[in-house]
């Protein structure tokens, strides 16, 4: 590269880096206990054990769980219903009213079933009056630094940054480390050279995985929008033909039973995990809305929405996903590295431990900076006699 080049993409290493730093490390320390999530929940859970029942046993009828709900909790509604493939549960989740809960989504409460007796597990308070769980805590700092939309569009735009520094870095490592072998750390120099030669290495072994997770976290910050323009656009037009008659009202509800049995008809090999009642923002107000994904570890990240009339319970069909939610399905197991079982979750935390040391030996390499012009050093460099002025993020000058 010619020198114009190299202070070009410097300049952009330096300040898209900087930028990005303090949220990356906030983003990759919240994450490390988010890759252990299901087994730290199972841990602190202390739900009451399941009946001990051979893994074929039959499920108890959905009807039958939202009918305990609503005896339960007497003028309130069935909002949703999550069918676990992995635990012989089912969660229902209930509010006051649709209105209530538009106006405050902490109003909604989950109660919990063992899916083959119908037995109640474990029921919640309202949102509002709950404390929040350790692994819920680390979500929604890592997703949205607890400001909703807001955080997640600026997460999202530090993702970029946090791209744009790897793609400077790695230009740059070439003409910065050329007189060395790969890997070089030289423990004979200087401290802050042997820093920098060991984030080098780090930011360069790290360098497709921090990519990947930082284009997939790009998309998993868009998801809100995304499926509010899909909501607007293509299931808006899907509903046309229902237009003319009134939202459906739970007491004219079809069997979600029945539903649910036709919508595993249309989709064979598939699983459905879950069902929103008519009336969400998310749904329909004429339709169960069905979620079935794959049977695999990788597709089973991949969903598939199934609409069945609410009110005579006759499948609509699948709804066929747009792109860029494929594209953000695609992107969430690549993410979250959560379909390979726990082996890969250790490589995930692995690889999460060497960002955060990245990110962390960057900052210091700034705070240690020489008060050397950018010009200077990279002279110093082209004449291959002095210390490298940045070959990642934060070592800039």
């Known amino acids: 590269?010619?020198?114009?080049?190299?202070?070009?993409?410097?300049?952009?290493?330096?300040?898209?880096?900087?930028?990005?730093?303090?949220?990356?490390?906030?983003?990759?320390?919240?994450?490390?206990?988010?890759?252990f999530g299901d087994e730290i929940d199972h841990w602190l859970d202390g739900d009451p054990p399941y009946a001990n029942l051979p893994n074929d046993a039959p499920r108890a009828s959905l009807d039958e769980l939202v009918a305990i709900g609503r005896?339960?909790?007497?003028?309130?509604?069935?909002?949703?219903l999550f069918i676990d493939d992995d635990e012989p549960q089912v969660v229902l989740s209930m509010a006051p009213s649709w209105e209530a809960l538009r106006n405050d989504p902490a109003s909604e409460r989950w109660i919990k079933f063992d899916g083959r007796t119908a037995r109640l597990l474990k029921q919640s308070l309202p949102q509002a009056e709950r404390r929040r769980g350790f692994i819920d805590v680390m979500l929604t700092l890592h997703r949205e630094l607890f400001v909703g939309l807001p955080g997640e569009l600026f997460l999202g735009g530090m993702g970029l940054l946090f791209v744009a520094a790897i793609v400077s870095g790695t230009a740059l490592y070439a003409p910065f480390m050329r007189k060395q072998a790969f890997g070089t750390v030289r423990r004979q120099r200087s401290t802050r050279l042997r820093w920098l030669d060991l984030h080098n290495l780090l930011g360069v072994v790290t360098l497709a995985w921090g990519l990947a997770i930082g284009a997939t976290g790009v998309m998993n910050e868009l998801s809100q929008p995304l499926f509010a323009l899909w909501n607007r656009t293509e299931v808006q037009a899907l509903l046309d033909p229902w237009r003319h008659q009134a939202p459906a009202a739970q007491g004219e509800l079809s069997s979600v039973q029945a539903a649910f049995e036709a919508a595993g008809r249309v989709l064979p090999g598939m699983r459905v995990v879950s069902v929103v009642f008519p009336g969400a923002d998310d749904g329909s107000p004429y339709h169960y809305l069905?979620?079935?994904?794959?049977?695999?570890?990788?597709?089973?990240?991949?969903?598939?929405?199934?609409?069945v009339d609410a009110r005579s319970g006759k499948l609509t069909g699948a709804v066929r996903m747009p792109w860029y939610l494929?594209?953000?399905?695609?992107?969430?197991?690549?993410?979250?590295?959560?379909?390979?079982?726990?082996?890969?979750?250790?490589?995930?935390?692995?690889?999460?431990?060497?960002?955060?040391?990245?990110?962390?030996?960057?900052?210091?390499?700034?705070?240690s900076r020489r008060?050397?012009?950018?010009?200077?050093?990279?002279?110093?460099?082209?004449?291959?006699?002095?210390?490298?002025a940045a070959a990642a993020p934060e070592a800039a000058e």
């Open 1 to 35: 590269m010619t020198r114009t080049q190299v202070r070009a993409w410097f300049l952009v290493h330096r300040w898209t880096s900087l930028v990005c730093t303090v949220f990356l490390l906030v983003v990759c320390v919240t994450g490390l206990p988010l890759i």
């Open 71 to 80: 005896r339960l909790h007497p003028g309130e509604i069935a909002t949703s």
């Open 290 to 307: 069905f979620w079935a994904k794959g049977g695999t570890p990788l597709t089973g990240r991949l969903f598939t929405p199934v609409l």
């Open 326 to 367: 494929r594209a953000l399905e695609v992107s969430r197991p690549l993410h979250f590295g959560d379909y390979g079982g726990l082996p890969l979750k250790i490589i995930w935390a692995l690889l999460d431990l060497a960002t955060i040391a990245v990110l962390g030996s960057g900052l210091y390499l700034w705070l």
């Open 371 to 388: 008060k050397s012009p950018v010009e200077a050093l990279i002279a110093e460099i082209e004449r291959g006699g002095a210390e490298p």
